[in-house]
């Protein structure tokens, strides 16, 4: 699920008119966690969730899934990603044209949990039950997107339904250009023993931002080592006590729309802070592009898939 593939990048000026006329305008408000109990593990579990199809589902509300005018940009639920047909299976009960029937690990009403590639006990992906292609999709940002990041987190924890066993956790999604499936997915993944301990250090130096405000700033860009072989690569780093807040949207206005730059070519990673006991937590979110000097617009060089 991380090999590098090839999408056109949707012009900013779209973007930002887009998300604001869907309200992207009431900036750090975040959008907190939705509950999503788990309604099953296996095909046709979640045949009450009308997301796909239907903006408005049964019971009132908003809907998590983008509008019907936003096809175009976000993806139609008639589009043939073969990730997106795994989704269906899982929600619907529709067999992918393939025939290869995905293992449908946890769906829900926002989400469906798959294994990645290859497949093991610390590699899965999150991938919502809407029409999503990726991060450039403007509802992102919006009050009415579902809080994926905190339900990944939920699911890869040490308790969690599909726990991640590692012994350090990170959630990464790629960039418009830098994925080979146009469906949304958070990969939930292992990172490097390493890899926790240089971000534990530059805390300790002052080097991460301590609120999304200055998350941008230069003195809060650094290196860290990926995996094996991958070479240091710079991130923006931010610390946060909890992940109830919108990380697109935060992304979005402190560091996309401060500096220009195109919400499609953005990566974005979650480290939890370890070792952490009880019910607060610490996270580290880092992000990166190709405009910062060693830059880069994927999340592979800090997960461990294999």
């Given at each position: 699920?991380?090999?590098?593939?090839?999408?056109?990048?949707?012009?900013r000026?779209?973007?930002v008119?887009?998300?604001?006329?869907?309200?992207?305008?009431?900036?750090?408000?975040?959008a907190?966690?939705?509950?999503?109990?788990?309604?099953?593990?296996?095909?046709?579990?979640?045949?009450?969730c009308?997301?796909?199809?239907?903006p408005?589902?049964?019971?009132?509300?908003?809907?998590?899934?983008?509008?019907?005018?936003?096809?175009?940009?976000?993806?139609?639920?008639?589009?043939?990603?073969?990730?997106?047909?795994?989704?269906q299976?899982c929600t619907?009960?529709?067999?992918?044209?393939?025939?290869?029937r995905p293992?449908?690990?946890?769906?829900?009403?926002?989400?469906?949990?798959?294994?990645?590639?290859?497949?093991?006990?610390?590699?899965?992906l999150?991938?919502?039950?809407c029409?999503?292609?990726?991060?450039?999709?403007?509802?992102?940002?919006?009050s009415?997107v579902?809080n994926?990041?905190?339900?990944?987190?939920?699911?890869a924890?040490?308790?969690?339904?599909?726990?991640?066993?590692?012994?350090?956790?990170?959630?990464?999604?790629?960039?418009?250009s830098?994925?080979?499936l146009?469906?949304?997915?958070?990969?939930?993944?292992?990172?490097?023993?390493?890899?926790?301990?240089?971000?534990?250090?530059?805390?300790?130096s002052?080097?991460?931002?301590?609120?999304?405000a200055?998350?941008?700033?230069?003195?809060?860009?650094?290196p860290?080592?990926?995996?094996?072989?991958?070479?240091?690569?710079?991130?923006?780093?931010?610390?946060?006590?909890?992940?109830?807040?919108n990380?697109f949207?935060?992304?979005?206005?402190?560091?996309?729309?401060?500096?220009?730059?195109?919400?499609a070519?953005?990566?974005?990673?979650?480290v939890?802070?370890a070792p952490?006991?009880?019910?607060?937590?610490t996270?580290?979110?880092?992000?990166?592009?190709?405009?910062?000097?060693?830059?880069?617009?994927?999340?592979?060089h800090?997960?461990v898939?294999?």
């Open positions: 699920m991380n090999a590098i593939g090839k999408a056109d990048d949707m012009p000026r779209q973007f008119a887009l998300s604001g006329a869907l309200g992207a305008g009431a900036l750090l408000t975040g907190g966690g939705r509950a999503s109990a788990a309604t099953g593990t296996g095909p046709g579990a979640a045949a009450c009308p997301c796909p199809t239907d408005n589902p049964p019971g009132g509300g908003q809907s998590p899934c983008p509008p019907n005018h936003m096809q175009g940009l976000c993806g139609s639920p008639a589009d043939t990603d073969p990730l997106w047909q795994d989704v299976y619907q009960g529709i067999v992918p044209p393939s025939g290869q293992n449908c690990l946890k769906t829900t009403q926002n989400y469906v949990v798959l294994h990645g590639r290859p497949q093991n006990q610390h590699n899965y999150l991938v919502p039950s029409r999503i292609t990726g991060i450039e999709c403007p509802f992102l940002v919006t009415g579902a994926y990041w905190h339900e990944a987190w939920e699911n924890r040490s308790g969690g339904d599909v726990p991640v066993q590692y012994p350090y956790i990170g959630l990464g999604i790629n960039s418009q830098a994925r080979r146009n469906q949304l997915h958070i990969h939930m993944a292992g990172i490097r023993d390493s890899t926790q301990a240089r971000l534990q250090a530059l805390e300790a002052g080097r991460i931002a301590p609120q999304p200055v998350w941008g700033d230069a003195q809060y860009q650094a860290v080592t990926g995996t094996q072989g991958s070479g240091d690569r710079t991130y923006r780093i931010l610390r946060l006590d909890s992940l109830t807040e990380l949207e935060l992304l979005y206005v402190h560091v996309v729309r401060r500096f220009s730059l195109d919400m070519g953005q990566t974005l990673i979650v939890p802070k952490q006991t009880g019910p607060t937590r996270f580290y979110v880092l992000n990166s592009d190709s405009s910062l000097h060693d830059g880069t617009n994927t999340c592979d800090l997960l898939y294999a």
